[in-house]
């Protein structure tokens, strides 16, 4: 089992950048695959981004494809999740999720066992 701890979140201009950290609290992200999540107000929280462990693929939304990246370090039980170029549209709370890399899917809320709190990141035109 594993605990997962969200951080970096904040008020940003549209076209800033933000770093958001996952970090594994309790247990360790070895043999699991990290997905962020992102929910805005009144809408479904929906997939961004994921690392997979082992051969650190990654995928991404549609959305965020060519302005944000996941990667991951290992030794520190940390994923980070770079965003740039933020619009106001990527104002949400972020959610970083943990599988067993056993596991085959990626992009649903159900493909994932662990969650964190969420980070608040806001993006003001």
């Known amino acids: 089992q594993v605990q997962v701890v969200e951080s970096g979140g904040g008020l940003v201009q549209a076209g800033g950048s933000l770093r958001l950290s996952c970090v594994a609290s309790?247990?360790?992200?070895?043999?699991?695959?990290i997905g962020w999540f992102r929910q805005a107000p009144g809408k479904e929280r929906k997939f961004a981004a994921s690392?997979?462990?082992?051969?650190?693929?990654?995928y991404y939304g549609d959305s965020v494809k060519g302005r944000f990246i996941i990667t991951r370090d290992n030794a520190k039980n940390t994923v980070y999740l770079q965003m740039n170029s933020l619009k106001p549209e990527d104002t949400a709370v972020y959610y970083c999720?943990?599988?067993?890399?056993?596991?085959?899917?990626?992009?649903?809320?159900?493909?994932?066992?662990?969650w964190g709190q969420g980070t608040q990141v806001t993006v003001s035109s």
């Open positions: 999720a943990a599988q067993p890399s056993s596991h085959s899917g990626r992009f649903r809320i159900g493909d994932y066992d662990y």
């Open positions: 309790q247990g360790s992200f070895d043999t699991y695959n």
């Open positions: 690392t997979s462990w082992g051969d650190n693929l990654t």
